[in-house]
């Protein structure tokens, strides 16, 4: 999307082959891109957290191949380079496909012509998926344009929550991908960006690149969304998830169930938008089936920022010694959820309606 | 109560009448008694939230113009003190409650008399609110013995918002006043605390307080509570409220609510602890009687806490130029309170209920 005028994916090769990325760690305050110009750099993006978001994990491990290629396109530096970039984020199931997909595409070809057809099946990985996330962008977008008709030219006031945005794809982005797409076709929307913490993606990541491509935001803390849906500011929830059950059930960033219990409470219609990837087909309850990752009290225990004279550092919220819990996500109940925005249409959040867009799941 | 087994309140006057605060500006981080010795300081004192929580400054104020009266007694020194203290804090109903109880009980009294009279009286307001917070603190501790009772013996786990405890009384305080109580009885309590963004009073003050006082308690982002409630780690929710209407709504720190839905959805009890002063008999609907603060966007912008070297200091979490919202408060439905705990026992929140207890108000 774009960043004050000009185009940018989260991840590109440019016409010599040098691999670019948004330094993420640097964001909101600082926009840096940086150059990777070898697998360990691409090994190092990961693991610090320079990109972040499942369907960019992949596309940079994929690019982390093509470059450690270029150093050594031997058939061992190729499974040298696959090991190092696995190791990199133990839990990202994104991370393992891209590289297995580098894997079977490479490692039968004759070392000479290693290295370029890497690149060539990264740049493959990466504009698959914004292939995906623009048809969610197309699918979603149409439901953000019939709210906006019944609303005869008022806006369309919008909630999300954490990042969904392109920051966490290569392009578009999953949740954001249909309020970028809606806003560049001429819907008058504005956003609602819960802050998110412990780790503050709404503040850090979505009220940035909301308003980086000049789409009106305004930033809230998690608590306050209730209140602005009992009062008639909000007319659509639309979110992300990391999972989704095969039954409708979503597990996402922390918080959302609260969201949708209040969305359901007033009348307001909740979306989540998700790439068929993030389908798990064999479960079928979310509550009892999609183990939640229980991160550091740390992130509990503080919040980094941008002191008075430029420094970004964490800084203490709760008296030293203060016990904290910290599980990363909540399982939003299929029966809370008005529909499922997938890349290949929109679908009631149940078993039928995921078996009528993907029938050879059947 | 007890600050690492010695016993404090937030506001007291020794036998040679030096009045003393607890410096809440400085916690979490330290514990500071600052002694008050003039109507200037104490004005300063609530101005700069030094003090806070509408008892508390009641009482802080009753106790300014005491010391006033040690610089000039005459009618209108009195006068004068109440007019500087009435304007610190424009919206604070308490404020004013006290410092009319004050100019009652002193102005027609001989000016050697007014003095001592109004130390006196301002002792008297602040041993009726510890007394008030007992009551409502017996009433509650019946609640959670129940509960306990019900779990033979394994740990009852309280969720709270924001600081309704004693730090915002004289002693005691409202929702933390029946743990407490229960606590200091045997029972087996562990709380769950809300970091109450954008302010964190719950990680400030909460979580500093129940441990002070030697209560099991982990803090936990605003965003957990939902997904703790689905899996089965909380029995009860215990908050405050700043308004109550006459049909039972509740006005209290922003979140509430969703706390609230999320306890409806998995059928946990939501009790709300109030003194009696807090009702707005006049009021029937929550939602359209009851005005929400609109306080500043730089808490939703910045968060306050520690650095590594100890400075105290706000950063920011959003990019500069972030438009934010902030809503310092919510409404709950009484049909989302399982009962209101009041001073005067524990009824239904309803107007049926609320008048069993008040009959002199039918």
Redesign the interface.
Known sequence: MKVHGTHYRTIWADDRERVHIIDQRR???EFVVLELKSLADAAEAIRDMAVRGAPLIGATAAFGVALGLSADPSEAGLRRAVAALEETRPTAVNLRWALNRMLNALVSLPRDLRRAAAFAKAREIADEDVAMCRRIARHGADLIFELADSRQGARVNILTHCNAGWLATVDWGTALAPIYHAFDDGAAIHV?VD????R?QG??LT??EL?AHGIP????????????M?RGMVDMCLVGTDRTTATGDVAN???T???A??AR?NGIPFYVALPHSTIDWNATDG?REIP?EERSPVE?????????DGAI???????????????A???TPARLVSALITDRGVCPASRDGLLSLFPERA
């Open positions: 964001l909101p305050h609602w802050e998110t913490r412990p503050s503040a850090a009220a940035w308003q935001c305004t930033l809230i803390t998690d608590n306050a969304g209730g209140h602005l009992q960033k922390i918080g169930y609260l969201k219990l209040a409470d509550l939640i509990v225990l503080t919040v980094t920022g941008r002191t008075a550092v964490p800084v203490d919220v709760a008296p030293s010694g203060t016990r904290a819990a910290n599980p996500f909540d399982v």
